[in-house]
């Protein structure tokens, strides 16, 4: 099984960005996607979910209105567009896979597949 994040960068306050996760080794459809961020010296958080058909989306209070996920399960992706982005969205952005799932597990140990996470800095 592997998720591959790509995407992250270096960005400046209210630009938009979009990170990919592209799965492989696993029923891509039998599985909800989420997006997880780590900043330094944090906790990892939940930013966003979606559930296997695209049924059950959820962002954190911290992105709503502003990050917008999605999947593409003809590709095996799934995609977080990022719009105006703040320095507090500076973090090291995960994806990971929950057998089942509807999307709205918040929890990271809910997932039992992580990718390697790819960095996004927000310069103000």
């Known amino acids: 099984v592997q998720l591959q994040a790509s995407g992250g960068g270096l960005v400046k306050d209210g630009d938009s960005s979009t990170l990919s996760c592209a799965v492989s080794g696993l029923y891509f459809t039998s599985y909800a996607i989420a997006w997880f961020r780590q900043a330094p010296g944090k906790e990892r958080e939940f930013v966003a979910g979606?559930?296997?058909?695209?049924?059950?989306?959820t962002y954190s209070d911290s992105v709503r209105g502003r990050f917008t996920v999605s999947r593409d399960n003809a590709q095996n992706t799934v995609s977080l567009q990022m719009n105006a982005l703040k320095p507090e969205d500076t973090a090291d952005y995960f994806c990971?896979?929950?057998?089942?799932?509807?999307?709205?597990?918040?929890?990271?140990?809910?997932?039992?597949?992580w990718g390697q996470g790819t960095q996004v800095t927000v310069s103000s």
């Open positions: 979606i559930g296997r058909n695209s049924r059950g989306i």
């Open positions: 990971a896979a929950r057998l089942g799932g509807s999307g709205g597990e918040t929890a990271p140990d809910m997932y039992g597949y």
